[in-house]
């Protein structure tokens, strides 16, 4: 029997696949004069990507998180292979263009192949600005439209759980530099992927002050108010403002300690975290879903209206009863559903629940439309997220006569909040979440954001006191650093 020679180990096979990966990228590089991407995939053990996320991305010149626990996916990346941005008005379709030329270029190769037998990258992540631009110096390192290819990621859906590793590869790179750089990210992947998963905080409550602002309650009730004139005399028949709530800690919060206890206490959220690297991080647990794409088909939803929980089951039932038969709620809702059937027509098949339903989340019930969409024809993600951006269940309607109330009544800038965060992959298949019950994190200090939507019926005490329980889960996750 014949001994096997070390060039027929796994490890050997796979620096083979490697070197040959990185020589089809550089060569594919010369032939369009201009940098392509190479990517690969393999198979990595059972394991939580946010611990991941924990020991790989402390350094890590970017970091991204997703998870949506109840589904079982979550993905954890960092570092920066590809970096994508634009501005302006036509930024989604210009991040669009720079998306499809990427895609269509790049280089990829699936170490150990699957039932496919193919890699499924790249992914693209990232986020896009609630309005066509961004203040940099309240949003350092977040500009009106920001996508990355990540040099690492671990993709996690129900026990499954793959590793992919990218690099940019230049006409005049040498392919062994774009070799170790894959090798490397994949080996620090398995690493990270096979080690004791580390404790995060101390389980004590973390001390922190709230900043005196100029929006608490006598200047809420007074900026309802006032929308509420603005609806009453016809100009617009929704808007929806957000209050800033700024906290002080004691000591720095750590992000993926806040992600652990959101995801845990928000299991039917998208848990998100985007930090560009320069100095702040924005993360949260939203409720909403903008766009699902997968399987030929677009998954839409309008989330709009909210009350409590009850304390008891017959309190809890009696507050979504209320939801369902409230005039008021029912109009903020329908307003919602309407904006994005307008939105989406001409592109397909549309299939719209005939009534909403309500939904239950850990501190509050809000009432749903699932829609689903059948293009026609291929629809790029980012295309249908620029008619979708923003829905009136974050902006308004009519769209530019909320935008001016919004700039009027809020004293903060938006930056990210409220806007398009999420993921999507060569595949075809991707998320974007309406970026909501968040906020942004720079060192001790974490600005929160919470928001309601305003019709001719609201009342403002009501409404502040939604502002409130909107702030909890990322005030809960806090006292418990």
Same mark, same amino acid.
């Given at each position: 029997?014949?001994?096997?020679?070390?060039?027929?180990?796994?490890?050997?096979?796979?620096?083979?696949?490697?070197?040959?990966?990185?020589?089809?990228?550089?060569?594919?590089?010369?032939?369009?004069?201009?940098?392509?991407?190479?990517?690969?995939?393999?198979?990595?053990?059972?394991?939580?990507?946010?611990?991941?996320?924990?020991?790989?991305?402390?350094?890590?010149?970017?970091?991204?998180?997703? #998870?949506?626990?109840?589904?079982?996916?979550? %993905?954890?990346?960092?570092?920066?292979?590809?970096?994508?941005?634009?501005?302006?008005?036509?930024?989604?379709? %210009?991040?669009?263009?720079?998306?499809?030329?990427?895609?269509?270029?790049?280089?990829?190769?699936?170490?150990?192949?699957?039932?496919?037998?193919?890699?499924?990258?790249?992914?693209?992540?990232?986020?896009?600005?609630?309005?066509?631009?961004?203040?940099?110096?309240?949003?350092?390192?977040?500009?009106?439209?920001?996508? *990355?290819?990540?040099?690492?990621?671990?993709?996690?859906?129900?026990?499954?759980? *793959?590793?992919?590793?990218?690099?940019?590869?230049?006409?005049?790179?040498?392919?062994?530099?774009?070799? #170790?750089?894959?090798?490397?990210?994949?080996?620090?992947?398995?690493?990270?992927?096979?080690?004791?998963?580390?404790?995060?905080?101390?389980?004590?409550?973390?001390?922190?002050?709230?900043?005196?602002?100029?929006?608490?309650?006598?200047?809420?009730?007074?900026? *309802?108010?006032?929308?509420?004139?603005?609806?009453?005399?016809?100009?617009?028949?929704?808007?929806?403002?957000?209050?800033?709530?700024?906290?002080?800690?004691?000591?720095?919060?750590?992000?993926?300690?806040?992600?652990?206890?959101?995801?845990?206490?928000?299991?039917?959220?998208?848990?998100?975290?985007?930090?560009?690297?320069?100095?702040?991080?924005?993360?949260?647990?939203?409720?909403?879903?903008?766009?699902?794409?997968?399987?030929?088909?677009?998954? &839409?939803?309008?989330?709009?209206?909210?009350?409590?929980?009850?304390?008891?089951?017959?309190?809890?039932?009696?507050?979504?009863?209320? &939801?369902?038969?409230?005039?008021?709620?029912?109009?903020?809702?329908?307003?919602?559903?309407?904006?994005?059937?307008?939105?989406?027509?001409?592109?397909?098949?549309?299939?719209?629940?005939?009534?909403?339903?309500?939904?239950?989340?850990?501190?509050?019930?809000? %009432?749903?439309?699932?829609?689903?969409?059948?293009?026609?024809?291929? %629809?790029?993600?980012?295309?249908?997220?620029?008619?979708?951006?923003?829905?009136?269940?974050?902006?308004?309607?009519?769209? #530019?006569?909320?935008?001016?109330?919004?700039?009027?009544?809020?004293?903060?800038?938006?930056?990210?909040?409220?806007?398009?965060?999420?993921?999507?992959?060569?595949?075809?298949?991707?998320?974007?979440?309406?970026?909501?019950?968040?906020?942004?994190?720079?060192?001790?200090?974490?600005?929160?954001?919470?928001? *309601?939507?305003?019709?001719?019926?609201?009342?403002?005490?009501?409404?502040?006191?939604?502002?409130?329980?909107?702030?909890?889960?990322?005030?809960?996750?806090?006292?418990? #650093?």
């Amino acid at each position: 029997m014949s001994t096997p020679s070390p060039a027929d180990s796994p490890a050997c096979a796979e620096r083979a696949a490697l070197a040959a990966l990185a020589a089809r990228a550089q060569a594919a590089a010369r032939g369009a004069g201009t940098p392509v991407l190479a990517c690969c995939s393999a198979p990595l053990p059972a394991h939580d990507p946010l611990a991941v996320l924990q020991v790989l991305g402390e350094d890590a010149p970017f970091r991204f998180y997703w #998870e949506q626990p109840r589904e079982g996916l979550a %993905l954890a990346a960092g570092g920066v292979a590809w970096r994508i941005t634009a501005e302006g008005p036509a930024r989604f379709r %210009l991040a669009a263009a720079q998306v499809q030329a990427l895609l269509a270029g790049a280089v990829t190769a699936a170490l150990t192949p699957g039932s496919a037998g193919e890699c499924p990258g790249p992914y693209v992540l990232g986020g896009f600005s609630f309005f066509d631009e961004v203040d940099a110096a309240h949003w350092p390192g977040f500009g009106p439209a920001q996508l *990355v290819v990540p040099a690492w990621l671990t993709v996690r859906q129900g026990e499954h759980c *793959v590793g992919i590793a990218s690099v940019a590869v230049a006409p005049h790179d040498a392919p062994a530099a774009a070799e #170790e750089a894959l090798a490397g990210a994949l080996q620090a992947l398995r690493r990270a992927a096979a080690a004791p998963e580390a404790a995060n905080g101390n389980g004590r409550n973390c001390a922190f002050r709230q900043e005196a602002r100029d929006d608490g309650r006598a200047r809420w009730i007074e900026v *309802v108010r006032h929308a509420r004139e603005h609806i009453r005399a016809g100009r617009l028949s929704k808007v929806v403002l957000a209050r800033a709530l700024d906290i002080v800690c004691e000591a720095a919060p750590s992000a993926v300690g806040l992600l652990r206890r959101l995801r845990g206490a928000y299991p039917d959220c998208y848990n998100f975290l985007v930090d560009p690297g320069a100095g702040q991080a924005f993360l949260g647990a939203t409720p909403e879903h903008l766009a699902r794409f997968g399987n030929g088909r677009v998954r &839409l939803a309008a989330v709009a209206a909210t009350v409590p929980r009850g304390g008891t089951a017959e309190a809890d039932e009696a507050y979504a009863r209320l &939801l369902l038969e409230s005039r008021k709620e029912r109009e903020e809702h329908q307003i919602v559903v309407d904006d994005i059937l307008s939105a989406v027509q001409g592109l397909g098949s549309v299939e719209c629940a005939p009534q909403p339903q309500v939904v239950k989340l850990s501190n509050l019930q809000h %009432l749903y439309t699932p829609i689903t969409l059948l293009p026609r024809e291929p %629809l790029p993600m980012l295309a249908l997220l620029e008619r979708l951006h923003p829905t009136a269940a974050v902006g308004g309607h009519p769209r #530019e006569e909320a935008f001016a109330l919004i700039r009027e009544c809020e004293h903060f800038e938006r930056g990210w909040y409220a806007a398009p965060v999420g993921w999507m992959n060569a595949r075809g298949e991707g998320q974007f979440a309406v970026a909501l019950r968040s906020g942004k994190l720079a060192g001790p200090r974490l600005q929160l954001f919470a928001g *309601v939507g305003l019709v001719a019926d609201s009342d403002p005490e009501r409404e502040y006191e939604e502002t409130q329980i909107k702030f909890q889960p990322l005030l809960s996750a806090l006292a418990s #650093e």
